[in-house]
């Protein structure tokens, strides 16, 4: 991936001095050492008239695979493939922005000791990236960009220059041009803009995100008007972290006006908690899960399909569950899920509740078997589709629960998801979304094979129009007309 930096200047003021501000000397090509690559920073031009400071990140895509996030987007068919094959080593994105703070770091705080009057300076600048994926399209480039001084130019790059009728891609050929900014804030405004257009992080997002996005937000991001969008997306939609530092930034906001208060700014964060807060749909989807399983009278449940255990812990703070199990065939998760759960630290009783098993739900599997209920919550939709017989069978057909509870995401509601680019699903290894209908027709035929009655609930806002983000099928056993119900009454 490329980025490069220019500026013009006079015999008074050269714009070699771009070399200063940046602590790079434009007479030498330097090479720096990065967690997933190499990071060059060179001059393709340095005159006194023109000097431009091009960075060049290498990224070594082996490298990117054994951290864990070289996974390319869109659900590839090939996944082992796509985890090599992909626009991470090309397109600007964290990846560029953690370069850009690691190789320019005094300048991106304004230190400059050889010229700090230069530091502390506007400058003529015109920045370029040649790709940059910009999800939510030009139009977006421009709002967040636009409003901090920049002109913007954001060419959409053709899916394929021969074919012109394939349309656009999401990337854009992005040009900047500003006479009115320090080095400094161009350098931070890209730093935090060029992940929040690309709407992924390479690492994961702990807590101190906050801190560096208001460390490279200050002095323009309490004020912008995006100011919502950009702070969710920068910290990865992490609810918890985005109402944090939306607080933070109120209370910047609140500290530089002319006519705040202290008693304001000391109650601003106590208003915001006063206010009612969204609750996260993945919590929407538990607390219905939960809903049904007490009306279904279950005490032995299964979680198949259980991931990191978010689900297996909200039960097991129910003592009406007398045995949950949560199942997943993905060692990794269920790792996390132990750690999640403190299973080497719980009592002899709470322990004796809970059960991590490796296993896929395309085979048999006898030891789920006798269970009062099973939970597939967002599971269906990250196999591909000719493999759902399999786990319908093995479910249904082989476990059969009194009470089988199946959540996935209704894909009509993604149209009021501002940040999700129309035609693409909500996570990258989501193998299909369903609408309303396609779900019930394939409920309802799941139902009638192995001999349970279906409902249908939504989870979370119901839409008039394009129904709830969350679709719910609860399949409840039938009593009568089965071989196995008839041996049931006869033992009871």
Not at 428 to 443: L, Q, S
């Amino acid at each position: 991936m490329f980025l490069t930096i220019s500026t013009t200047g006079t015999e008074e003021r050269p714009a070699t001095d771009l070399g200063f501000l940046l602590h790079k000397h434009p007479d030498r090509a330097q090479a720096f050492s990065t967690s997933y690559g190499t990071a060059h920073v060179l001059y393709p031009e340095a005159d006194a008239q023109r000097c431009t400071a091009a960075l060049l990140l290498e990224v070594d895509p082996v490298a990117l695979v054994r951290r864990g996030k070289g996974k390319g987007r869109g659900g590839a068919p090939d996944a082992a493939l796509a985890q090599y094959v992909n626009d991470r080593p090309y397109a600007a994105s964290s990846l560029l922005a953690v370069a850009l703070s690691g190789v320019f770091s005094s300048a991106m705080r304004g230190v400059c000791t050889a010229r700090p009057q230069r530091a502390a300076q506007p400058l003529p600048l015109r920045v370029e990236v040649p790709a940059l994926p910009a999800r939510g399209g030009p139009d977006l480039v421009r709002r967040l960009f636009e409003p901090l001084g920049w002109t913007v130019s954001a060419e959409p790059v053709a899916l394929d220059a021969e074919f012109p009728e394939w349309g656009d891609s999401w990337y854009v050929r992005l040009v900047l041009e500003s006479e009115t900014l320090r080095l400094s804030e161009a350098l931070r405004h890209l730093y935090v803009l060029l992940p929040v257009l690309d709407d992924a992080k390479h690492y994961w997002v702990a807590a101190d995100e906050v801190d560096k996005l208001l460390r490279a937000g200050e002095g323009w991001l309490p004020g912008h008007p995006e100011q919502k969008l950009i702070t969710s997306r920068f910290l990865s939609r992490r609810w918890s972290l985005t109402r944090q530092a939306m607080e933070r930034l109120e209370l910047v906001r609140l500290a530089e006006t002319d006519d705040a208060d202290v008693t304001e700014i000391d109650n601003a964060v106590a208003t915001e908690t006063e206010e009612e807060k969204p609750t996260p749909l993945a919590v929407l989807r538990r607390e219905a899960i939960t809903a049904v399983l007490h009306e279904t009278g279950a005490a032995r449940v299964l979680d198949l399909g259980c991931g990191q255990g978010q689900l297996v812990q909200a039960l097991l703070k129910d003592a009406r569950f007398t045995e949950i199990v949560g199942v997943d065939v993905s060692m990794r998760a269920l790792t996390i899920a132990s750690r999640r759960l403190r299973l080497d630290r719980m009592g002899e009783r709470q322990a004796a509740r809970v059960k991590l098993l490796q296993g896929s739900l395309a085979y048999t599997d006898r030891r789920l078997k006798g269970y009062d209920a099973a939970v597939l919550s967002e599971v269906i939709e990250h196999l591909d589709l000719p493999r759902l017989p399999a786990l319908e069978y093995a479910v249904f057909g082989s476990a059969r629960p009194r009470t089988v509870v199946v959540t996935t995401p209704n894909v009509e509601y993604n149209v009021r998801w501002e940040s999700l680019p129309a035609g693409h699903v909500r996570h990258g290894d989501h193998r299909f979304e369903w609408t309303r209908e396609e779900f019930r027709a394939w409920a309802g035929a799941v139902a009638e094979r192995h001999g349970y009655d279906v409902q249908f609930r939504p989870v979370g806002p119901d839409d008039p129009e394009v129904g709830p983000p969350t679709q719910m099928a609860v399949f409840l056993k039938k009593t009568e007309n089965t071989g196995e119900n008839e041996k049931e009454a006869k033992a009871a």
